[in-house]
């Protein structure tokens, strides 16, 4: 985990509260650190996502990389914001029409990045 990563989550306030209590500190022994999402994890993730999920394809102008690497910043390598930004995208993509895949554009992610930038 990186400094920055590390030092925000020690200021975190749900952190910090549980780490002053004793009932949490004894049932909780061992420290649990979760790693924040890299850029191929998240790209990874938006392929599976993009395929079974949300039976979209990305349009040949999109680059699966690039745009993990541009949406990494706005998860903040969060794992939990992937649902929400999961939600938008669907939201963005529309309805599907006779069963034909939904496609990711640069707009629909320009109009991802705006909602959840909110």
């Excluded at 990563?5 to 650190?33: F, G, M, Q, Y």
């Excluded at 979760?34 to 999920?53: H, M």
């Amino acid at each position: 985990m990186g400094q920055a990563k590390a030092t925000e989550l020690r200021n975190n306030r749900l952190v910090r509260l549980l780490a002053e209590n004793d009932e949490a500190c004894a049932a909780w022994t061992e420290r649990l650190e979760v790693a924040t999402l890299s850029v191929p994890e998240l790209a990874e993730v938006l392929g599976w996502l993009s395929l079974r999920n949300l039976r979209a394809s990305f349009a040949p102008d999109v680059n699966l990389q690039s745009t993990a690497t541009e949406l990494i910043q706005i998860v903040s390598g969060n794992w939990y914001h992937i649902a929400r930004l999961a939600d938008i995208l669907d939201e963005e993509l529309g309805s599907q029409r006779n069963g034909d895949k939904r496609v990711i554009t640069r707009q629909v992610l320009t109009r991802v990045k705006e909602r959840f930038s909110r």
